[in-house]
């Protein structure tokens, strides 16, 4: 079966440009999560998405940060306005509904670069 | 503060050495702990796990990892590796709550001679 696809699976975009980055988690998981990977700091959790429950933003590192997902499944992740330091790979995990038990399933990730 | 360390950045080995890769995490309450591997090129995939249970659990491709409750750690072990090993090796918890995220270390490149 298909798992977790995200796109773009490269952007490079310049300094001050918005960018939106899309995740298409697993069909039926209600479950889906967004995380950062930054040269050396590892993966960084940003966003929690629950079936239609308010979404956990508490890793989010700015207000320039935002995501929604539409219909209970495919999510976009946003950055306005930005800066070099959001060059990293972001990847969306996506997981079935139960316990934090139940394995996430990662994507291939989108590696952007802000010039 | 709620962190996952592993202790080695990169490590090296021949083919048919021995691996065992450290992780140690801070984390208020019961948890559940992971290895992750990301192999060139390829995807995050799930190594292992655990939950609950017995402390030594097996994964995929020879993988072992024991949960030391006692020192916060959950190692990762091979006793002979493969050249088809070379990756990248990232530890992470999360707590029993229902949706938590996964803290992740920061990762160890392993790189396999043959």
């Known amino acids: 079966g298909a798992g977790v696809s995200q796109s773009p699976s490269n952007k490079v975009t310049e300094k001050g440009k918005d960018v939106e980055l899309r995740c298409d988690p697993i069909?039926?998981?209600?479950?889906l999560y967004w995380y950062r990977q930054s040269l050396g700091q590892g993966l960084e959790f940003l966003i929690y998405f629950q079936g239609n429950s308010a979404p956990d933003k508490s890793g989010l590192p700015s207000d320039r940060f935002s995501a929604e997902r539409t219909g209970g499944s495919v999510s976009t992740l946003t950055i306005q306005r930005t800066q070099q330091e959001d060059s990293a790979v972001y990847l969306c995990?996506?997981?079935?509904?139960?316990?934090?038990?139940?394995?996430?399933?990662f994507g291939p990730g989108t590696r952007l670069t802000v010039l | 503060a709620q962190s996952v360390s592993q202790h080695n950045h990169h490590v090296i080995l021949s083919e048919a050495a021995s691996l065992e890769l450290g992780c140690n995490y801070s984390y208020g309450g019961t948890v559940n702990l992971f290895w992750y591997v990301q192999y060139p090129g390829q995807h995050l995939q799930l190594l292992l796990k655990?939950?609950?249970?017995?402390?030594l659990v097996k994964g995929i491709k020879g993988f072992e990892a024991e949960f030391i409750k006692s020192k916060f750690s959950f190692n990762l072990r091979k006793p002979s590796v493969q050249w088809s090993d070379t990756a990248e090796y990232f530890c992470a918890v999360n707590g029993r709550q229902a949706g938590t995220a996964l803290i992740f270390g920061k990762g160890t490149t392993l790189s396999v001679s043959s």
């Open positions: 995990a996506s997981k079935e509904a139960g316990g934090p038990n139940n394995e996430q399933f």
């Open positions: 069909s039926g998981h209600t479950a």
């Open positions: 655990y939950f609950s249970g017995d402390p």
